[in-house]
Antibody, heavy 117, light 108 residues
Framework: EMQLVESGGGLVQPGRSLRLSCAASGFIFDNYAMHWVRQAPGKGLEWVSGISWNSGSIDYADSVKGRFTISRDNAKNSLYLQMNSLSAEDTALYYC??????????WGQGTLVTVSS | SYVLTQPPSVSVAPGQTARITCGGNNIGSESVHWYQQKPGQAPVLVVYDDCDRPSGIPERFSGSNSGNTATLTISRVEAGDAADYYCQVWDSSSDHPVFGTGTKVTVL
């Protein structure tokens, strides 16, 4: 059974950092690009960042560029998101998602990041 | 950047047909994907490439795409179809995915 399990969320003060993880199982992790998508409370879906299967291609939404860093460890079947200089606008449920050709065919349950003093 | 516009809400009686639109400039030239998100749950892909269904998705879910509007159609609506629905395309100009604004489907 395919699984994506996010962790690392929590309450953090503005300006601080947080590192999210996503553990994958049930599929050949290093065959697929992986992405992070977030959803602010009561709001819609917002793409955050994506990384190709071999980390050769990485991209970010303008809203997080320069502050967030995506990475993966294929030996550990894991995806990461290092988030620095967090602000209240980053408060959201962060999902990791497995990318198909142009869509996301599987999502984790998300990890909640709350930025507040 | 590319903008996808959806109606905030759609209401439908059980057994009837719900149509959820997704408007975008010449969206008919893009591949559109649709997600269902029930309260407290992660999104689930229900239609990809305009009109294809992943395994396990009922045939009641169908999609179309032409001109400036893509449509997700839910036939013979059931109470369990109540959810938020999002369209998504891959914006070729930015090489980024773009999500629609989302539509809340209420089953009366």
């Amino acid at each position: 059974e395919m699984q994506l399990v996010e962790s690392g969320g929590g309450l953090v003060q503005p300006g601080r950092s947080l590192r999210l993880s996503c553990a994958a199982s049930g599929f050949i992790f290093d065959n697929y690009a992986m992405h992070w998508v977030r959803q602010a409370p009561g709001k819609g879906l917002e793409w955050v960042s994506g990384i190709s299967w071999n980390s050769g291609s990485i991209d970010y939404a303008d809203s997080v560029k320069g502050r967030f860093t995506i990475s993966r460890d294929n030996a550990k079947n894991s995806l990461y998101l290092q988030m620095n200089s967090l602000s209240a606008e980053d408060t959201a449920l962060y999902y990791c998602a497995k990318k198909g050709t142009g869509w996301y065919d599987y999502w984790g349950q998300g990890t909640l990041v709350t930025v507040s003093s | 950047s590319y903008v996808l516009t959806q109606p905030p809400s759609v209401s439908v009686a059980p057994g009837q047909t719900a149509r959820i639109t997704c408007g975008g400039n010449n969206i008919g030239s893009e591949s559109v994907h649709w997600y269902q998100q029930k309260p407290g749950q992660a999104p689930v892909l229900v239609v990809y490439d305009d009109c294809d269904r992943p395994s396990g998705i009922p045939e009641r879910f169908s999609g179309s795409n032409s001109g400036n509007t893509a449509t997700l159609t839910i036939s013979r609506v059931e109470a369990g179809d109540a959810a938020d629905y999002y369209c998504q395309v891959w914006d070729s100009s930015s090489d980024h995915p773009v999500f629609g604004t989302g539509t809340k489907v209420t089953v009366l």
